[in-house]
């Protein structure tokens, strides 16, 4: 039987901890992404990539951060329940 996360989960409680589970994946997404955008130029000066070079190894090193929440939200949610 598969039912949805949310409909499984009667109580306040578990919901509540869920979203603040949500919220702080998303937020350390956004701490982290900030503290590469701030290293950058010490990055580049560094190891010499070129600007392009910078901006792909930024956006290569985010994608798995940004994307990983939302893939184990989707996981957890079609999940089959046991029962």
Do not use: K
Request: proline residues 7%; hydrophobic residues 50%; contains cysteine.
């Amino acid at each position: 039987m598969i039912i949805t996360l949310a409909a499984g989960l009667a109580g306040g409680r578990s919901r509540s901890l869920i979203l603040t589970a949500m919220i702080f994946a998303v937020a350390m997404t956004f701490i982290d992404q900030t503290i590469v955008s701030i290293a950058a130029p010490t990055i580049q000066h560094a190891l010499g990539p070129s600007s392009s070079g910078m901006q792909w190894a930024s956006n290569a090193y985010a994608a798995p951060s940004r994307n990983g929440p939302v893939g184990c939200g989707e996981s957890a949610a079609t999940a089959p329940v046991p029962g």
